[in-house]
């Protein structure tokens, strides 16, 4: 399982945002310091010890808003036996690609390729199988897809009268979905600034353009579940019990 040597690959953790979804928590704290799970740890401390055990050891916080609360927790990474460099938001450099991409032009990144992991997403994801698809298939970045999608709302089906015919609350729905975790080159990172500027976002504006411009983009299904932690409501409804093998890390 831990066979792949990562000492070529860093993760990259988008943890700069303001979390307005969040709020009042995030009035105080940043979004991926609220606590989770039975002893109350921050967020992004669960996401760096599950990426941590599958060997990557060099990280990169992606930070902005209420940064320092980040930096002073976890410091240089070392009482975590990694290695930890943050990459400061600024107005050129803004949105998820832009931060990204700042970080690859300062230096900060030097890796041809990283993993990229949202601060607000919970997946207990094999990591190694991941990237290993990435290898093997050439990729230029590929994607970890959830393989079905459970829509957060009630589903109808209304006839041409308006008669609701069906309800279903909150369907699973068979269409591939993605997680906010992805493993990418970073030349493509860099060659899209003459395409999008310094101002982008990975998922909206990136990848769509990259599929455009002819790059290999590939999925790695996710058969597991995984959770959005990127609101107060999403929060309050996490299945603590679910979330035991991730929390355990």
Same mark, same amino acid.
Do not use: C
């Given at each position: 399982?831990?066979?792949?040597?990562?000492? #070529?690959?860093? %993760?990259?953790?988008?943890? #700069?945002?303001?979390?307005?979804?969040?709020?009042?928590? &995030?009035?105080?704290?940043?979004?991926?310091? *609220?606590? !989770?799970?039975? +002893? +109350?740890?921050?967020?992004l401390e669960h996401i760096v010890k599950w990426i941590s055990r599958y060997g990557i050891k060099n990280f990169v916080f992606l930070v902005g808003y209420?940064?320092?609360?980040?930096?002073?927790?976890?410091? =240089?990474?070392?009482?975590?036996?990694?290695?930890?460099?943050?990459?400061? $938001?600024?107005?050129?450099?803004?949105?998820?690609?832009?931060?990204?991409?700042?970080?690859?032009?300062?230096?900060? !990144?030097? $890796?041809?390729?990283?993993? *990229?992991?949202?601060? $607000?997403?919970? %997946?207990?994801?094999?990591?190694?199988?991941?990237?290993?698809?990435?290898?093997?298939?050439? %990729?230029?970045?590929?994607?970890?897809?959830?393989?079905?999608?459970?829509?957060?709302?009630?589903?109808?089906?209304?006839? =041409?009268? $308006?008669?609701?015919?069906?309800?279903? /609350?909150?369907?699973?729905?068979?269409?591939?979905? &993605?997680?906010? !975790?992805?493993? !990418?080159? &970073?030349?493509?990172?860099? =060659?899209? +600034?003459?395409?999008?500027? &310094?101002?982008?976002?990975?998922? /909206?504006?990136?990848?769509?353009?990259?599929? +455009?411009?002819?790059?290999?983009?590939?999925?790695?299904?996710?058969?597991?579940?995984?959770? =959005?932690?990127?609101?107060?409501?999403?929060?309050?409804?996490?299945?603590?019990? /679910?979330l035991r093998k991730f929390l355990s890390s």
């Amino acid at each position: 399982m831990f066979g792949l040597d990562k000492n #070529g690959i860093s %993760a990259v953790i988008l943890a #700069g945002g303001e979390g307005r979804r969040f709020r009042p928590y &995030t009035d105080l704290i940043p979004k991926p310091m *609220v606590p !989770i799970g039975p +002893e +109350e740890k921050p967020l992004l401390e669960h996401i760096v010890k599950w990426i941590s055990r599958y060997g990557i050891k060099n990280f990169v916080f992606l930070v902005g808003y209420k940064w320092r609360q980040i930096s002073n927790y976890f410091g =240089d990474g070392s009482r975590f036996n990694i290695k930890i460099n943050y990459s400061l $938001d600024d107005d050129r450099f803004n949105n998820t690609g832009g931060a990204l991409l700042k970080a690859i032009v300062s230096g900060i !990144i030097k $890796d041809q390729s990283i993993l *990229v992991w949202y601060g $607000d997403i919970i %997946a207990p994801i094999d990591i190694d199988t991941l990237i290993d698809k990435h290898v093997k298939s050439n %990729a230029h970045a590929t994607l970890a897809l959830a393989s079905k999608y459970q829509v957060p709302v009630g589903v109808a089906n209304v006839d =041409d009268q $308006d008669n609701i015919i069906n309800l279903k /609350e909150k369907p699973w729905m068979n269409v591939k979905a &993605t997680i906010g !975790i992805l493993v !990418i080159n &970073t030349k493509v990172i860099l =060659d899209s +600034e003459r395409t999008l500027g &310094t101002s982008f976002d990975i998922m /909206e504006d990136l990848i769509p353009s990259l599929i +455009e411009r002819g790059y290999r983009i590939k999925a790695y299904i996710y058969e597991g579940p995984w959770y =959005d932690v990127g609101s107060l409501e999403r929060y309050q409804k996490l299945p603590e019990k /679910e979330l035991r093998k991730f929390l355990s890390s």
